[in-house]
């Protein structure tokens, strides 16, 4: 037989894909509470969420009248028709949420608007109001859920541990905050209060107190019509996805086409793991479709492109400023140093500051006094940080948030040399660490990419010519290489018998590095099967390693040669496999090293 189904089962039914685990009702829960305009927002969960969910906010509350109506199906202030679906501003609007929610626990909902003299206690079973009277109580809403899913074992049965639902609350609430910076957010979980935020406005610091692992390096503002937040220097990167959270339009979305676009925002300045970055990201709402997914997570640009280079030319601006530049030296900073030095050590510096004569003698007896090593903070510290206190009470400089300003080589001054490799420079507040070897490297790369490009054709002649020795494979291939090489500058001929003449090479090249970069490029077409436009890229930057020689010493004058090329290079932070050309070390970081901060 066939039959229709009662309008509860359907609503069982349908509030299941809706609201599938405690972490579903919480999330719509607060979404109401954010579209209600409140300024605080308390969410108190216990048992993960299955036996206990309340969110109480100061919102606009419901009136005596409207209270049934609001869990009604398809009941909702915040649409009226068909065309508001193309300009949803607010985070609901199917109207479904609290009939679902209701539809599968034992809900209770206090409500007042501040305009009303009493508020309204209604509670609902399984979706039925089983009472409705006038009480007292504070202007906004509370919602109690209890024993979600009691009524629908099969759905029970999914959800995880206590523990693993209640961290999958815990971490919403967390992004919420983040978003919400104005709204005073505060976590209880089975009586504990796991944090709040003060609600001022300012993401930096509800970022730094609930995700101090995103925010352990300190992050660069980003700063631009549509897209703002911060993003990591390129050199604190993270292993995983976890340190990116990005938000349209106060709503936290997973999109693949934003995380293209933050890691082109880098310009192939990240070596290896994924940036932290926190994004909002403002989108009209006709341009965006939210209405594709039941979480409403998933998001869609209708216009993709424009999107994605809004968002890259964000981050680019953010990190090729002199924040962007890596920073030397700053996990064993972060750490105390006190922590991890020898006890003897330890006490005699604490106890005997007045002799420092007595000190430097019992320090005489450590044969070998080291820096403690750096040691990588364990990314899942925003989990345990959740349980310690809200303020950490040490000024770290990922508190003091740098104001960008465009890098300017200008400013430095050439303090010395070390290990042939190092040049260090002096800015106003901080000194840096130059990778020659890198440098060079970028410099050859935009040389050529540019020789390249615009068929720069100027070999400068050597005094003797030289000749370059490939393999059988590749001398039979060199029709696919040898052009390149003449345009980027080569004056090279066939020799025959394997063998290449060399008479003239690039002005900006040693005759030893034209050598390498020429053999290298060779053999990289070789292995590459030829050479073509979209693999010309990363064969110069493959050739460029061989162009430039360990343990070259440089002169004072090479060192000013070098410094003034790599000003002029378009992307001088990295080396064009990505690896940092220079990094920095601020004056602060160097007094907190000696404890004087
Ligand atoms: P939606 O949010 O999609 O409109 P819901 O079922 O979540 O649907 O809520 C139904 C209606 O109830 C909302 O449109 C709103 O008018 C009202 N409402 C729900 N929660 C609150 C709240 N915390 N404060 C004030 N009004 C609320
Ligand atoms: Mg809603």
């Known amino acids: 037989m066939i039959r229709v189904l009662d309008s509860f089962v359907a609503d069982k039914i349908a509030a299941g894909e809706v609201i599938e685990r405690p972490v579903s009702a919480v999330k719509e829960l607060i979404e109401n509470s954010i579209d209600a305009g409140a300024g605080s927002i308390i969410v108190e969960i216990r048992g993960g969420g299955k036996s206990y969910i309340r969110v109480t906010d100061d919102g606009c509350g419901i009136s005596f009248d409207e209270a049934e109506t609001a869990f009604l199906r398809h009941a909702t202030s915040k649409i009226s028709g068909i065309a508001d679906l193309d300009n949803i501003i607010s985070l609901g609007f199917r109207g479904e949420a609290l009939a679902s929610i209701s539809a599968v626990s034992r809900l209770t909902m206090v409500t007042r608007r501040a305009e009303d003299m009493s508020g309204v206690k209604l509670v609902l079973h399984g979706g039925r109001v089983v009472s409705k009277e006038r009480t007292g109580c504070n202007t906004g809403t509370t919602v109690i859920v209890e024993d979600l899913f009691y009524n629908t074992p099969a759905r029970r049965k999914f959800m995880k541990t206590d523990a693993r639902e209640a961290s999958s609350i815990i971490e919403l609430i967390q992004q919420y905050a983040v978003c919400y910076a104005g709204i005073r957010f505060m976590m209880i979980n089975n009586g504990m209060t796991l944090f709040t935020t003060n609600g001022d406005g300012d993401p930096y610091a509800v970022i730094r107190t609930l995700y101090p692992s995103i925010a352990k390096n300190g992050l660069i503002p980003v700063e631009n019509e549509h897209v703002k937040g911060y993003v990591s220097d390129p050199g604190s990167t993270m292993s995983t996805r976890k340190g990116q959270l990005f938000f349209v339009n106060g709503r936290l979305v997973s999109s693949a086409v934003i995380e293209k676009a933050l890691d082109e925002g880098y310009l192939g300045r990240i070596f290896s793991g994924f940036p932290a970055a926190v994004l909002f990201i403002e989108a009209e709402p006709c341009d965006i479709d939210v209405n594709i997914h039941p979480g409403k997570q998933e998001i869609r640009f209708l216009r993709q492109d424009e999107v994605r280079k809004d968002i890259s030319e964000a981050v680019s601006k953010a990190v090729m400023t002199d924040s962007g530049v890596p920073k030397g030296f700053v996990n064993s900073i972060e750490k105390s140093p006190e922590k991890q030095l020898n006890d003897s050590v330890q006490q005699k510096n604490e106890t005997e500051q007045t002799s420092i004569r007595e000190f430097l003698k019992s320090l005489d007896r450590h044969d070998s006094y080291e820096m403690p090593e750096a040691v990588e903070t364990p990314e899942t510290a925003e989990e345990t940080a959740v349980y310690a206190p809200v303020s950490s009470p040490v000024k770290t400089e990922a508190e003091v948030i740098r104001k960008p300003a465009l890098f300017d080589f200008a400013d430095l001054a050439f303090?010395?040399?070390?290990?042939?490799?190092?040049?260090?420079?002096?800015?106003?507040?901080?000194?840096?660490?130059?990778?020659?070897?890198?440098?060079?490297?970028?410099?050859?790369?935009?040389?050529?990419?540019?020789?390249?490009?615009?068929?720069?054709?100027?070999?400068?002649?050597?005094?003797?010519?030289?000749?370059?020795?490939?393999?059988?494979?590749?001398?039979?291939?060199?029709?696919?290489?040898?052009?390149?090489?003449?345009?980027?500058?080569?004056?090279?001929?066939?020799?025959?018998?394997?063998?290449?003449?060399?008479?003239?090479?690039?002005?900006?090249?040693?005759?030893?590095?034209?050598?390498?970069?020429?053999?290298?490029?060779?053999?990289?077409?070789?292995?590459?099967?030829?050479?073509?436009?979209?693999?010309?890229?990363?064969?110069?930057?493959?050739?460029?390693?061989?162009?430039?020689?360990?343990?070259d010493v440089l002169s004072e004058h090479e060192i000013t040669d070098l410094m003034s090329e790599l000003a002029k290079c378009d992307n001088p932070y990295s080396c064009p496999h990505g690896r940092p050309t220079f990094i920095r070390v601020s004056s602060y970081d160097i007094e907190r090293s000696f404890r004087r901060k």
Request: charged share 20%; hydrophobic share 35%.
């Open 415 to 551: 303090k010395g040399y070390v290990f042939n490799t190092y040049i260090i420079m002096q800015g106003k507040d901080e000194l840096y660490i130059f990778d020659q070897h890198a440098a060079h490297e970028r410099i050859f790369y935009e040389k050529f990419m540019r020789g390249y490009n615009n068929s720069a054709h100027s070999p400068q002649p050597v005094l003797t010519a030289f000749t370059i020795n490939v393999s059988n494979d590749v001398y039979s291939m060199s029709g696919e290489w040898l052009g390149d090489l003449i345009r980027m500058g080569y004056d090279i001929e066939d020799f025959g018998d394997c063998t290449f003449i060399v008479r003239g090479i690039p002005s900006y090249m040693s005759v030893g590095e034209a050598e390498g970069f020429a053999r290298g490029y060779a053999e990289a077409a070789g292995e590459a099967g030829g050479s073509n436009r979209v693999v010309i890229d990363k064969l110069i930057t493959k050739s460029c390693k061989s162009a430039v020689k360990a343990h």
